[in-house]
């Protein structure tokens, strides 16, 4: 007997050593995870001469997503754009989703960091059972008692338990932790997607307020135009009244009135899509939101292309590209760790009787530790196929990753080389553009003398006022351009060398 009680008492010590000896030989089957490697340039080709003579110090690009962007947008100096800016975030509906799939990973990462701990139940019943006479059971072994009332050869039989166990599985070979590791590069990637949206938003409401202050512009070019082409059209009469001028050259004038008053209408529709569309942006409904025209402030910040090629690392969906590589690592590991057995500790305390009185009596306690194991001999290629499927998932997570960066670098040296190109344009449009505007008033000037057709005055009013609308949309598209730039960068930096 007293053997007996020494092999009793000394099981649970047997079982936690082999549980720790468990753990010590644990190891982890997940590749060891390293950044893809990128092709990455020395320098942007499309960087403008005067940074290059200046000496602009370029070095390798390398993961900064973590740095403060700032409001970039405060860069152009238009209060009623910071305003919207700052409700920005709050409002749309587009971030809204990205915070809540962010605060979705943060659960995930959560949940699979739970699974490395012990879950522990506590569990309490109490059953009653009856057994007929005509049943042939046999009553000698029966704990219960008859109940009050009962005849013939019924009796019942009642049972109480109330117990408390745990359950654990040793993390052997690394699987919950590369779910928790994975989960965490979700959350990561889930973050750089969230920034990604903000700053998507942000540019698109920029875009779309300076585009609308163009239209602004545009339609206050078109009214002063129309009141030039009335002036002419009464000239013009007045000279078809006194018999100087043909009928046709009324008709001319008439023509060109109507042609600026249908730019008028289509620069009104316009304006009005742009305002709906910032709507959207703010999360109003388009019907309740209103933009008062405004003096179109034609700001484009000077956007420091020295700046180092770290801060294209900064970019959010190349952030967002190399952390679903590493998640797709960690299911690498998950998919291995099938090749082994698993192995789950258990152990349970509680005590059973058939009286509430005497149930927590000692003689009534019941114990169990358990240490079980399982492997998966033949599953004719499956766990192979998995462990295959999610190399390829990793292959597949590098190459994109990797586009990703190559899509990021053209993208800003599209935006340099629009950049440059556009400052040359808008001086040489502005030029054409006064030219334009003397060369109309001189033909006008001359067509009251007499000395030109009314042919030379349409020909003259259509060139100039092309060339005032070119300009004007030269300088919405710096602006415009200086939007992609920032965004192709990342989003903000400070130019004192912080960032």
């Not at 009104?268 to 942006?281: C, M, S």
Request: aromatic residues 6%; hydrophobic residues 40%.
């Amino acid at each position: 007997m007293s053997t007996m009680n020494t092999i009793g008492k000394s099981a649970p010590f047997r079982l936690s050593l082999i549980a720790c000896a468990v753990l010590v030989a644990g190891c982890s089957v997940t590749p060891t995870y390293k950044t893809p490697d990128v092709a990455q340039p020395a320098q942007f080709k499309e960087t403008p001469s005067d940074a290059d003579k200046a000496g602009a110090n370029w070095s390798p690009a390398a993961p900064a997503d973590a740095l403060e962007r700032g409001p970039w947008w405060t860069l152009f100096g238009d209060a009623t754009l910071n305003q919207m800016a700052e409700s920005l975030e709050v409002n749309n509906q587009n971030v809204a989703a990205a915070v809540a799939a962010y605060a979705q990973a943060r659960a995930l990462v959560s949940e699979q960091r739970a699974a490395l701990f012990p879950t522990v139940d506590l569990d309490a019943s109490a059953t009653r059972n009856g057994v007929g006479s005509g049943s042939g059971g046999s009553s000698s072994g029966s704990s219960g008692s008859s109940a009050p009332g009962s005849t013939g050869g019924s009796r019942t039989a009642n049972q109480y338990r109330v117990g408390i166990g745990a359950s654990w599985e040793p993390d052997v070979w690394g699987k919950l932790r590369a779910g928790v590791s994975g989960a965490q590069a979700g959350l990561q990637a889930s973050a750089a997607e969230l920034a990604a949206a903000r700053l998507s938003a942000q540019g698109e409401l920029a875009t779309n307020y300076f585009s609308l202050r163009q239209t602004d512009a545009q339609k206050a070019l078109l009214d002063a135009t129309v009141e030039g082409y009335q002036r002419v059209l009464e000239i013009t009469r007045n000279r078809f009244n006194a018999g100087i001028a043909a009928k046709s050259d009324v008709l001319q004038a008439e023509t060109q009135l109507a042609n600026a008053r249908i730019d008028q209408v289509t620069v009104v529709r316009q304006r009005a899509q742009l305002e709906h569309a910032i709507a959207v942006l703010l999360g109003k409904p388009a019907g309740d939101f209103t933009l008062a025209p405004a003096p179109w402030q034609v700001t484009v910040p000077d956007v420091p292309t020295g700046v180092p090629s770290t801060l294209l690392q900064r970019r959010p969906d190349i952030a967002a590209a190399e952390r679903r590589v590493a998640q797709a690592n960690e299911n690498i590991g998950i998919a291995r760790s099938a090749y082994f057995p698993s192995f789950n500790l258990s152990g349970s305390y509680a005590y059973a009787a058939s009286q509430t009185g005497g149930l927590f009596n000692a003689s009534n306690n019941l114990w169990s530790l358990g240490l079980s194991a399982a492997q998966n001999l033949i599953d004719f290629g499956a766990t192979r196929a998995r462990v295959s499927g999610a190399e390829a998932a990793r292959d597949q997570a590098i190459a994109q990753y990797r586009q990703t960066v190559l899509a990021a670098f053209a993208d800003v040296e599209d935006q340099l080389a629009a950049t440059r190109t556009l400052a040359q344009q808008q001086d040489l449009r502005r030029a054409a553009s006064e030219a334009a505007d003397q060369v109309e008033q001189q033909l006008i000037n001359r067509y009251r003398a007499g000395q030109v057709s009314y042919t030379d005055v349409v020909t003259a009013q259509t060139t100039a006022l092309a060339a005032r609308r070119a300009l004007v949309q030269a300088q919405a598209d710096r602006q415009t351009t200086a939007i992609a730039l920032i965004q192709s960068l990342g989003g903000g930096w400070r130019a004192e060398g912080g960032q």
